[in-house]
């Protein structure tokens, strides 16, 4: 059988660290005369990450390593998500869902179906979609649900496509799509493990 993408991460060992920037999209035009200054915001919000493996056997790199060449440079698509923030702060407590269609490029959207007094944390994950069209995203401000189980939630980056009413959302383990950020990954051999694997992600939006 051939390789379907998106891959997920392997099981063999855990990366020893991954760094997650956010990349906003603000242009910044300064007078150099009176130092006044005014910003352009545009869309373009992305993600970017880096895996860091720590050293490995033989037996646990070559399968990490058979995973990396399976992707085939940048064009295979995996899944990954942040493995410390896996638990949200946020109770999240009750059933909530979409409140009303969310348009794409949306910065906070309507929630209903939360049991009263549920709360979501700034810093909490929040996961739209499945498989290709999985999308992570930061909430980026608490809140706390209404007595009727409703709340606005802010999130960043902006929505990617539209999602529907009653829409579900994960905040639990949640995960995004991801490509390598370079055809080339390369990796060091030492007499007796592998070591120096850092693999470069970039948030994948081809299709968008």
Known sequence: MSVTYPLSLPTVITPASMTIT??????????????????????????????????MSRAQAEDWIGWLVSLNGMEGSLLAGDPLGASPRGTWAGSPLVNGAIAAGARSFAADGFTAGATGKRGDWLQFGSASSARLHKVAKDFTANGSGQATIDIWPRTRYVIADNASFITASAVGLWQLASNAVPWSLGPLLFSGLQIPLVEDLRGL
Request: glycine share 6%.
């Open 22 to 55: 956010p990349h906003g999209a603000t242009a910044m035009s300064r007078s150099p005369f009176a130092a006044g200054a005014q910003s352009y915001t545009w869309p373009a919000e992305m993600w970017t990450a880096q895996l860091l493996l720590p050293p």
